[in-house]
């Protein structure tokens, strides 16, 4: 596989696969530049027994997605998921990733304010004590409106607000924002505080989520944005995280092939 050293390849891009066989096919077509799950280590075992592996393994962590999205609205929740969040920035140190993404965690019954206010009020503490001593960045990322069972930010613009109220950056999920009023212009003006950009296609007329593209197979006009968020100064990378029944169908070695090829050749004829 030709790759592009801004391009990473999340797990999460071959949902079904174990761990086991996620780094089988990087070791395969020499992908370096990876995204890790939390979610799929837990589920293999715990991440503890993958850190060794990794970091012996050749790999550039460009992100871990962390998990345990905190239920606002049901203060009882609360205290497992700080502890989850604690274990995600753990996971994250460990492993040597350039930053943790994490979403919110559902509104619930709370206002977007008070959602807010309870996230900067739990959350905001275990950041200063758990991850910014570290060195550990953390990425915000927003969501398709669709899920509000996992955050409340839906628009780049509320992420980048809310990421420079609590010190921390944002993962720009271009499926979620590429349709956004004014869009050029809140890249422009947040590209420092854009630590890492999601990239997968989305095709005009799809009910459900998630169902995602291999970039370029879609609606989103990747030319524009993509080169609208390296004309701002992103330096970063560009995680592939692709997921839905359109890539079960193509299967996952042909999708991800097709997807780091694809992002690599366009990063490459815009000079990135």
């Known amino acids: 596989m030709k790759t592009h050293p801004r391009v990473c390849l999340s797990m999460l891009s071959q949902w079904n696969w174990t761990v086991e066989e996620d780094l089988a096919f990087f070791d395969r077509e020499g992908v370096e530049l990876i995204g890790l799950s939390l979610a799929k280590l837990q589920a293999a075992g715990g991440w503890e027994q993958y850190v060794d592996r990794v970091r012996d393994g050749g790999y550039r962590v460009g992100n871990l997605i962390g998990l345990g999205p905190i239920p606002w609205s049901n203060p009882a929740g609360r205290a497992e998921g ?5 274990d995600a920035l753990d996971a994250a140190h460990a492993f040597g990733a ?16 008070e959602a807010a206010d309870a ?3 739990t959350v905001g503490p275990v950041f200063e004590e758990h991850a910014f001593p570290r060195g550990i960045s953390v990425a915000l990322e927003h969501t398709n409106g669709l899920r509000v069972d ?5 628009t780049l613009r509320d992420a980048i607000d809310f990421a420079r109220r609590l010190g921390v950056g944002v993962c720009m999920e271009i499926n979620a924002c590429w349709a956004e009023r004014g869009l050029g212009d809140t890249v422009a003006n947040g590209v420092d505080a854009i630590t890492i950009v999601q990239l997968s296609d989305f095709a ?5 989520t998630p169902n995602r593209l291999v970039p370029g197979d879609g609606d989103i ?3 524009r944005i993509v080169g609208q968020v390296l004309a701002a100064g992103y330096r970063g990378v560009f995680d592939l995280e692709m997921i839905g029944p359109r890539i079960e169908e193509e299967g996952y070695e042909s999708a991800s092939t097709r997807a780091v090829e694809y992002v690599g ?4 004829r815009l000079g990135a």
């Open 265 to 268: 050749d366009l990063l490459t």
């Open 150 to 154: 996992v955050g409340f930010l839906h």
């Open 119 to 121: 996230y900067a009020d």
């Open 82 to 86: 700080l502890a989850k969040t604690r």
């Open 221 to 223: 006009p990747m030319d």
């Open 204 to 208: 005009a007329g799809t009910m459900n």
């Open 98 to 113: 350039e930053c943790i993404v994490l979403t919110t965690g559902p509104a619930g019954s709370l206002t977007w304010e």
